[in-house]
């Protein structure tokens, strides 16, 4: 059997032990070609641009024949 510990951990100790656990959003900024919202330091999945220049082309659905 492994090591357990030998006393429970109060409310004020888990809090200070679980301070680093919180979530926050991500940071997003706006593409400066097209606008939208998208992580820093990653291409625009949008419009496929990195630091101003064409990095691949975005497929575009073609209409279905009515």
Known sequence: ?????KRRRSLAKAGIHNS??????PALVACPQCHTKIMPHH?????????????FEIKTKKKAAQ
């Open 20 to 25: 680093h656990n919180a979530v926050t959003a």
């Open 43 to 55: 291409t625009c999945p949008t419009c496929g641009t990195y630091q101003g220049r064409q990095v």
């Open 1 to 5: 059997m492994g090591a357990l510990p």
